[in-house]
């Protein structure tokens, strides 16, 4: 198959919304934007054998693709709109784009946001994605805007996607064969939180997704803000999966573990009551913001520190 006949088999898509001008089949895309809003735009880079397992099946590859840069819009209380692929192959297995261009696309559907673009050569597996979403003109979350006395506050459960990849590459026993199918599911199918980031956009101060983990991106808030914060361990959020573990290892998921793709956000006391009223069944307070405090401890003043992911580690 040629190249150009792949794009249009597989990635050029019908029915374009009203404000792409130009989509897929020129040397680059047009897209009109409305008055008041700012363009806000990411773009993640996913490799074989490094952020996803070399069995993984390609329809999770193409959602999960999708999914973590959508993730990062969800961060910033922006709605998708549009985005492009760049989708390197070592050769053309048709089955193979099937399957991973219908996983891009149910996802993209769901969350209307449309393929616009992109470029496909050859080489080990990989996949770019750079997406577009649009915010109301200075109404954009940033991690800079936690405050002294704010609460913090967690979407979904924590760890799940790290327990599953520990059993995939290290062939880890200490999950259940059901709670290992569950991990599994949550590290190849992430949720992005662009339900629960349209509920908080205008009650949050800061606000970061986990990628690399809790303590981790929770750090990025911290020095965002030149400020500290105190954690409830015993309020961490965690699935029916990782209550049936030992603590010291569902913690270790929990706090150091990577890939959850929740939202992790403060807001202030002010607002905690009509967050709780919009969304409280969705969020778990898991700690508070504090000018006092230097890094990251726990209820008995622990110092909590975790390197979380590092892509440059060995």
Known sequence: MHEF??????????????????????????????????????????????????????????????????SDLAAMGASPKWFTLALTLPEINQSWLEDFSQGLKKLAQEHQCFLVGGDTTKGPLSISIQVMGLVDSGKALLRSGAKSGDKLYVTGTLGDANAGLDYLLNNSQVLAPEARQYCQKRLNYPIPRLVESAAIKDLASSCIDLSDGLLQDLSHILSASSIGAKLDLSQLPLSLALRTLEDKNSLAYALAGGDDYELLFTTSKENESKLLSRIGDKVTCIGSIAKDIHGIIDKAGKQLESSGYNHFND
């Open 5 to 70: 006949n792949l794009i249009q088999k597989y990635f050029t898509w019908d029915n374009p919304p009203e404000n792409v001008a130009m989509t897929v089949g020129d040397d680059a895309a047009i897209m009109d934007l409305p008055k008041n809003k700012q363009l806000v735009t990411s773009v993640d880079t996913l490799i074989s054998g490094v952020h996803f397992p070399k069995e993984t099946p390609a329809q999770a590859i193409g959602y999960k693709a999708l999914a973590v840069s959508l």
